[in-house]
């Protein structure tokens, strides 16, 4: 009888640490490629292929190069991409869609090495960041659409567990800014906000990777519901460069996305990107170097927001 408890002990012990444990927030899935036909170039294609608007595909080995003199790495992309149809079926929902329209990837492959690796934001984890409740079935559709095309692009492909755990994070996972905007004005209102915000990335350092107006795809679907819906892919050098050093998976979450929407009938413009803290967290930093590089980004960028929604 004792030799029973203890062994129901034991297995209890085990389903627990089992159900504790936390899963990756980011998906890694390298691949041979010895004769180098896997490229950023043939990812594209895939995803094109399944329906994916693709927002940009960016080299940045060679800003790599050119402003930091090195890399360790003989590829390294930042790819971001959506599903027209699947994002707006989550913006009927979801208002904060703008955080993942585009997603991010990273597409990389160290110096000397036959393997390339891809690295995406898991399905919890963006229902996470969006603070979406339970199990939404077409972000889950999404994500299997996503893995379905890695895998078509990289079909020896294998799933590379991280060598670390989700770490609680210290702050707050989206920042958000609001602004006041005249019925009757906001398209001048607006215009004149991103002409001083993007002034403001430039002078602090910031790159525009990429701008989309998800809005317009809302239209042509004649859904209404907003007088503008736009996502800028917002990146810093710097930022990428240090990070990516031991965390090329950090890609999954840049160029980040920062969206600025406005509903019809109302006179309030919400703002809102994913907050560093997510790095942090989900990549477990905890280099000084690493967390010194993201808390000036994230502290320039909230600067830059306080200023021009006041």
Same mark, same amino acid.
Not at 172 to 187: G, I
């Given at each position: 009888?004792?030799?029973?408890?203890?062994?129901?002990?034991?297995?209890?012990?085990?389903?627990?640490?089992?159900?504790?444990?936390?899963?990756?927030?980011?998906?890694?899935?390298?691949?041979?490629? &010895?004769?180098?036909?896997?490229?950023p170039k043939t990812i594209e294609e895939a995803f094109k292929k399944a329906g994916f608007f693709i927002s940009a595909n960016r080299d940045m080995n060679g800003p790599f190069v050119k402003q930091f003199k090195e890399s360790d790495f003989q590829t390294y992309?930042?790819?971001?991409?959506y599903k027209k149809d699947i994002v707006l079926e989550l913006a009927k929902k979801y208002p904060n869609v703008g955080l993942f329209a585009p997603m991010s990837m990273?597409?990389?492959?160290?110096?000397?090495?036959?393997?390339?690796?891809?690295?995406?934001?898991?399905?919890?984890?963006?229902?996470?960041?969006?603070?979406?409740?339970?199990?939404?079935?077409?972000?889950?559709?999404?994500?299997?659409?996503?893995?379905?095309?890695?895998?078509?692009?990289?079909?020896?492909?294998?799933l590379v567990k991280p060598s670390y755990n989700i770490q609680k994070p210290e702050g707050?996972?989206?920042?958000?800014?609001?602004?006041?905007?005249?019925?009757?004005?906001?398209?001048?209102?607006?215009e004149d906000f991103k002409m001083a915000f993007e002034g403001e990335l430039v002078a602090n350092g910031f790159i525009i990777a990429g701008h989309n107006?998800?809005?317009?795809?809302?239209?042509?679907?004649?859904?209404?519901?907003?007088?503008?819906?736009?996502?800028?892919?917002?990146?810093?050098?710097?930022?990428?460069?240090?990070?990516?050093?031991?965390?090329?998976?950090?890609?999954?979450f840049a160029p980040c996305s920062l969206y600025l929407e406005k509903k019809k009938g109302e006179n309030i413009m919400n703002i809102g990107f994913p907050s560093v803290y997510n790095w942090i967290s989900s990549m477990a930093l905890s280099d000084k170097k690493d967390i010194k590089?993201?808390?000036?980004?994230?502290? &320039?960028?909230?600067?830059?927001?306080?200023?021009?929604?006041e």
């Open positions: 009888m004792k030799k029973l408890i203890k062994s129901l002990i034991v297995v209890c012990l085990v389903v627990s640490a089992t159900i504790a444990k936390p899963t990756a927030d980011i998906e890694i899935f390298a691949s041979k490629n &010895r004769d180098g036909k896997i490229t992309n930042l790819f971001t991409f990273s597409i990389y492959s160290k110096k000397g090495s036959d393997t390339i690796s891809v690295a995406i934001l898991s399905a919890k984890a963006i229902a996470k960041i969006m603070n979406i409740k339970g199990n939404d079935k077409t972000l889950e559709r999404l994500h299997k659409l996503v893995i379905d095309t890695i895998k078509e692009s990289m079909p020896k492909a294998n707050k996972l989206v920042t958000n800014f609001s602004m006041e905007m005249d019925k009757d004005e906001w398209e001048e209102e607006l107006n998800i809005g317009d795809d809302f239209d042509d679907a004649n859904y209404t519901a907003y007088d503008f819906y736009e996502v800028y892919s917002i990146c810093k050098l710097p930022v990428i460069y240090t990070i990516a050093k031991n965390h090329p998976e950090a890609g999954a590089v993201l808390k000036d980004a994230q502290t &320039r960028m909230t600067k830059i927001l306080k200023s021009a929604t």
